[in-house]
């Protein structure tokens, strides 16, 4: 393998070297144990002792290259040991370990590179590495290789994004040593690259988040989209829910995510719901604006005594907390809201009957309104247990002087099942999609949804679906 080309190709001459010293001192021993039986006899002639010299250097030569075979055996098997140990590691390595020219050329792959990136490791020899990196990557690694060439020295923890061979961007990080030649001349470079560990991927993942939270938070650029509220009895629009939308067209269940991964949760909450107060004063007199907030947004992130002094007209706003969140501290919630529910400010628990805490927040709270999560209104017209608990919630709201909101209505078959159970106001796609569009907005104060609504029933009569 070319990580042991270099040694494997320095062997044969030591050897020949070798067995040439052992054959040529073996013979000069044998050609003059005349010369040795001579001396033995009393032969003192300055021949005779000159050849029995010459014999002894012959038997030193002899040693010697004994010696040096014997050595040569060693680092042999020493060599062929690291040989497997290395041929080991790069064959099971989940690392790519690899070899490049100066010209970014590829001369060895280990089979990591089959997991990491789609390839068989021989179709990649004499392959450029620059056609393996997604495009905006190929220019960095080529100042690399300049920079590293200058410096005589290899990189460490260098990250590229790499095109795997399904199309898709894999990032590896890549660390690597010069290879030299006996000059000392650098010739190329060996290293080994490997995938970001899970907790690496992790940590950018919040950085990225966090950043893009943070561009949003400086810019303000929050949009609020608008869905409408409508009376179920007079078909009119009672007002509308304030839902934060993002330019990138993300989600925002995604982007509240991301606040919360980088702990800016609170700061986007505050955004969002002073984004859209700001549409209160936009709106017809006779509607209200019910803005989403969180348990934390009220307790801690609400600058309630602002909201009490400024022009806002609280008996046209609604607070919906949200019932997925778990409300540690009812008695600080309910204080905090106290000044402006006496103001007229109204408060809605929203999504109730999608988890565990619906009856107790409603219990605990006492909301102006509940909302019924869409997950119930999903299935209304065919399942009646989920009637009997729309039933019992139009009681407890009757009991607590509540009005009941449905969300999610898809259908008129939904619409008039609701209607029918005694629901209050309506919301969901059948009556309108959430939108920024404002012109959209100034049409919806003065529709006739009871209009609308009968007629999209009766051209639906027995169908289950009337999907806008
Ligand atoms: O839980 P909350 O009421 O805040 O959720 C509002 C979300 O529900 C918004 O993202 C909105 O787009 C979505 N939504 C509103 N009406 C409907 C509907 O009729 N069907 C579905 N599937 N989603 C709806
Ligand atoms: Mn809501």
């Not at 250097?57 to 098997?77: D, E, H, I, N, P």
């Not at 041929?87 to 020219?101: F, N, V, Y």
């Not at 290789?145 to 990080?173: I, P, Y």
Request: hydrophobic share 40%; net charge neutral.
């Amino acid at each position: 393998m070319a990580f042991r080309k270099g040694l494997s190709r320095s062997r044969s001459p030591w050897q020949l070297l070798v067995t040439v010293l052992v054959v040529d001192a073996a013979l000069a021993l044998t050609i003059r144990l005349d010369a040795l039986a001579r001396f033995s006899r009393g032969d003192r002639s300055l021949s005779t002792v000159l050849a029995v010299a010459g014999l002894g250097w012959s038997a030193v030569v002899l040693v010697v290259a004994c010696g040096m075979g014997r050595s040569l055996t060693r680092t042999r098997r020493r060599l062929h040991h690291d040989d497997q140990v290395i041929a080991a590691a790069a064959a099971t390595s989940s690392d790519w370990l690899w070899e490049a020219d100066t010209h970014h050329r590829i001369t060895y792959s280990s089979n990591g590179v089959r997991d990491l990136l789609g390839y068989v490791p021989e179709d990649l020899i004499g392959r450029s590495t620059l056609e393996l990196l997604t495009p905006e990557y190929m220019g960095e690694a080529e100042r690399l290789m300049v920079h590293s060439l200058a410096a005589k020295s290899g990189w460490n923890r260098v990250e590229f994004s790499w095109r795997h061979a399904d199309g898709s961007a894999v990032t590896l990080q890549g660390t690597s040593a010069p290879i030299t030649d006996a000059n000392g001349t650098i010739v190329g470079f060996r290293g080994t690259r490997r995938p970001l560990t899970t907790s690496m991927v992790e940590e950018r993942a919040v950085a990225a988040a966090k950043s893009r939270v943070t561009a949003v938070l400086d810019d303000h650029r929050i949009d609020i989209a608008l869905q409408p509220i409508v009376d179920a009895g007079t078909g009119r629009a009672v007002g509308a829910e304030a839902l934060a939308r993002f330019r990138d067209g993300r989600g925002p269940d995604q982007w509240f995510r991301d606040a919360r991964d980088s702990g800016l949760a609170l700061d986007l909450d505050r955004l969002a719901f002073n984004t859209a107060l700001q549409l209160l004063p936009t709106m017809p007199e006779h509607t209200y604006l019910s803005i989403n907030a969180s348990p934390d947004l009220i307790t801690d992130g609400l600058s309630v005594p602002a909201l009490l002094a400024h022009d806002v007209p609280l008996h046209r706003l609604v607070i919906e907390i949200t019932e997925h969140v778990q409300i540690s501290d009812y008695t600080r919630l309910h204080d905090v809201l106290a000044p402006l529910r006496e103001h007229g400010a109204r408060l809605a628990i929203d999504d109730t009957g999608a988890g565990y805490a619906s009856l107790s927040h409603v219990l605990q709270l006492r909301p102006d309104i509940i909302k019924i999560d869409r997950s119930l209104i999903a299935t209304i017209s065919t399942d009646p247990a989920r009637r009997s608990l729309v039933t019992a919630i139009v009681l407890l709201a009757l009991d607590l002087g509540a009005s009941v909101t449905a969300e999610g209505i898809e259908t008129a078959t939904e619409q008039e099942t609701l209607t029918t159970l005694g629901v209050d106001n309506l919301q969901g796609y059948l009556l309108g999609r959430p939108t920024i569009d404002r012109q959209q907005w100034t049409r919806w104060w003065t529709r006739d949804w009871q209009h609308r609504i009968a007629q999209q029933g009766a051209s639906n009569s027995g169908a289950q679906t009337a999907r806008p």
